[in-house]
C-alpha cells in the first residue's frame, strides 16, 4: 500500500535550518508529483510546496519561498525539504503527500489535491 514516513523535524531556535526527509513506497514515485504541506495549531493543514515528477518544476507558498528548497531523489524514493531561515509561525506538523498528478499545479495548497500522505514530523521553532 502507499505509505509516506517523513523525518527530520525537531525543535530549533529562530533562523536556524533543518532538512526534512519523505520516503515513500508503495507506488512508482516517479509518476507523481509530491507536495510538502504543514497544520500549525489551531489552524487548517495548507500545502506549501509541490515537487513535479520528471520536469523538476517547484511551487512554493510566498510564507516560504526564499527560505524552503524542495528536491527529490526518485532513485532514493525520497523527497527533501531543506529548511533555511526557520520563524516561530513555521512552527507545525509537517506532512508530505502524494499529489494527484504528474505535474503540480495551482491546487497544490489544498488537501483535496492530494490521496495519501504520511504521519507527519513535528517541527518547533523557538527561542
Known amino acids: 500500500q502507499v505509505q509516506f514516513v517523513e523525518s527530520g523535524g525537531g525543535s530549533v531556535q529562530p533562523g536556524e535550518s533543518l532538512r526534512l526527509s519523505c520516503t515513500a513506497s508503495?507506488?512508482?514515485?516517479?509518476?507523481?508529483?509530491i507536495g510538502w504541506l504543514r497544520q500549525a495549531p489551531g489552524k487548517e493543514r495548507e500545502g506549501i510546496s509541490c515537487?513535479?515528477?520528471?520536469?523538476?518544476?517547484?511551487h512554493y507558498a510566498d510564507s516560504v519561498k526564499g527560505r524552503f528548497t524542495a528536491s527529490r531523489d526518485d532513485a532514493k524514493k525520497t523527497v527533501y525539504l531543506q529548511m533555511n531561515s526557520l520563524k516561530p509561525e513555521d512552527t507545525a506538523v509537517y506532512y508530505c503527500?502524494?499529489?494527484?498528478?504528474?505535474?503540480?499545479?495551482?491546487?497544490?495548497?489544498?488537501?483535496?489535491?492530494?490521496?495519501?500522505w504520511g504521519q507527519g514530523t513535528q517541527v518547533t521553532v523557538s527561542s
Open positions: 508503495g507506488f512508482t514515485l516517479d509518476n507523481y508529483a
Open positions: 515537487i513535479s515528477a520528471r520536469d523538476g518544476n517547484i
Open positions: 503527500g502524494r499529489f494527484m498528478g504528474t505535474s503540480c499545479s495551482a491546487t497544490y495548497y489544498h488537501t483535496r489535491a492530494y490521496d495519501y
